[in-house]
């Protein structure tokens, strides 16, 4: 069962280079989120999703893009990446869209811009 | 105020204790309320939701109390296997967000 997988799990970036996590799910789940976790803070909700083609922004939207164009995949875009997002991103999925149920999240990315 | 507070910890407890965290929220209108564990560099995983009548499930029990605006989680028998960090979660209001405590760590020792 492979659940919620993400990739890549570690990546270093430079300030200003662009890369994309991909998330992809394979539980038909028509929720999908994307978090960042720093230390001595909750995670914190970057965008979600839910169903392809509907994207809404987070709490710190800021810096990213996302896209859903199938039910499966839900990638996050670094569009010019700053150290402020030195962080660990996880995606999550849900097969309730009210968030009713269990978030199920990815291993997690960990990102380091330098 | 922080919408979610937990105490960061860490609780240092011996195998076969019992311990109790607390999660307070701010919101009166939460509507729905979760325990998550992580352990150290992994993903947070779904431990249990808490009930307005409270909740068990073996050794663990989450209770709510809405008039003081709070969750609680009970472990009984620690066990090493417990040692992580445990996340408060609320989900308030219709929209589509979750808020996320910064997490109770527990250290389960011989």
């Known amino acids: 069962n492979a659940g919620v997988t993400q990739t890549p799990k570690f990546q270093v970036l430079k300030t200003g280079q662009s890369m994309t996590l991909q998330c992809a799910q394979d539980?038909?789940?028509?929720?999908m989120s994307w978090y960042r976790q720093d230390p001595g803070m909750g995670l914190r909700l970057i965008h979600y999703s839910v169903g392809a083609g509907i994207t809404d922004q987070g709490e710190v939207p800021n810096g990213y893009n996302v896209s859903r164009s199938t039910t499966e995949d839900f990638p996050l875009r670094l569009l010019s990446a700053a150290p402020s997002q030195t962080s660990v991103y996880f995606c999550a999925s849900s097969y309730s869209t009210s968030l009713a149920g269990e978030l199920f999240f990815g291993e997690g990315s960990r990102l380091t811009v330098l | 105020r922080k919408e979610v507070e937990q105490d960061p910890g860490p609780f240092n407890v011996p195998e076969g204790a019992t311990v109790a965290f607390n999660c307070t929220y701010s919101n009166s209108a939460s509507q729905s309320f979760f325990w998550y564990r992580q352990d150290c560099r992994k993903e947070p995983k779904l431990l249990m939701s808490?009930?307005?009548s409270g909740n068990e499930d073996g050794r663990f029990t989450a209770q709510l109390n809405r008039a003081s605006q709070y969750i609680s989680l009970l472990i009984r028998d620690s066990k090493l296997s417990d040692s992580a960090t445990y996340l408060c979660v609320v989900k308030t209001g219709g929209g589509n967000k979750l808020t996320f405590g910064t997490g109770t760590q527990l250290k389960v020792e011989l």
């Open positions: 808490v009930y307005s």
């Open positions: 539980m038909n789940h028509e929720y």
